[in-house]
Nanobody
Framework: QVQPVESGGGSVKAGDSLRLSCTVPGFTSNSCGVEWYRQAAGKQREWVSAISPRDTTTYAHSVKGRFTLSQDKAKDTVYLQMDSLKPEDTATYSC????????????WGQGTQVTVSS
């Protein structure tokens, strides 16, 4: 079992940008997709975005047009570029692998905190 490692969070102002990273050794060779979730304090976890092994991306309506997923397969890393951030984007962002048995067996990452002030 592999645990993803997220990084790149921070405290920014509305309108700023951040780029989150999710590194999962082996996810490329095991043909996994990667998805991001976020959870704000006192709220349910919310699905944010996903990228497939063939680079197909999907986004939640709340972030579509502002967030962009990409992946560097040589580094087993997925990037979540977040632009035009809003206070409602404040949350802990976590990533995980999806797909076959190896992908499903992995744990979720510890998450990285994103705080957006108005």
């Amino acid at each position: 079992q592999v645990q993803p490692v997220e990084s790149g969070g921070g405290s920014v102002k509305a309108g700023d940008s951040l780029r989150l990273s999710c590194t999962v050794p082996g996810f490329t060779s095991n043909s996994c997709g990667v998805e991001w979730y976020r959870q704000a304090a006192g709220k349910q976890r919310e699905w944010v975005s996903a990228i497939s092994p063939r680079d197909t991306t999907t986004y939640a309506h709340s972030v579509k047009g502002r967030f962009t997923l990409s992946q560097d397969k040589a580094k087993d890393t997925v990037y979540l570029q977040m632009d035009s951030l809003k206070p409602e984007d404040t949350a802990t962002y976590s990533c995980g692998t999806i797909g076959g048995n190896w992908c499903q067996a992995n744990a979720w990452g510890q998450g990285t905190q994103v705080t957006v002030s108005s």
